[in-house]
Nanobody
Framework: QLQLVESGGGLVQPGGSLRLSCAASGFTLDYYAIGWFRQAPGKEREGVSCINSSGSFLKYADSVKGRFTISRDNAKNTVYLQMNSLKPEDTGVYYC??????????????WGQGTQVTVSS
């Protein structure tokens, strides 16, 4: 069974940090670009970051540039999202997704179940 599992979410104070993980089972992430998305209550899902299959191309939403870092460890079949200087507006459910191919421009192949991030004092 092809599955993506996110972890690492939680409650953090403004200015704090979290590291999200996206682990794959049933398939190898090596050949796919991976994206992180989030959905805040009452809002549409938005793209946060993306990394291509080789890790040579990184993409960030303007709202997270300079604060979030995406990375991948293909040996561990896992992609990470390091989130620093968190703000209340970063609150939401964070999802990872594989693309159909190696590029961030490719369509989504499958989604994880999501992990909740809450930034509040």
């Amino acid at each position: 069974q092809l599955q993506l599992v996110e972890s690492g979410g939680g409650l953090v104070q403004p200015g704090g940090s979290l590291r999200l993980s996206c682990a794959a089972s049933g398939f190898t992430l090596d050949y796919y670009a991976i994206g992180w998305f989030r959905q805040a209550p009452g809002k549409e899902r938005e793209g946060v970051s993306c990394i291509n299959s080789s890790g040579s191309f990184l993409k960030y939403a303007d709202s997270v540039k300079g604060r979030f870092t995406i990375s991948r460890d293909n040996a561990k079949n896992t992609v990470y999202l390091q989130m620093n200087s968190l703000k209340p507006e970063d609150t939401g459910v964070y999802y990872c997704a594989t693309k159909l191919g190696r590029l961030c421009a490719d369509q989504i192949r499958n989604w994880g179940q999501g992990t909740q991030v809450t930034v509040s004092s």
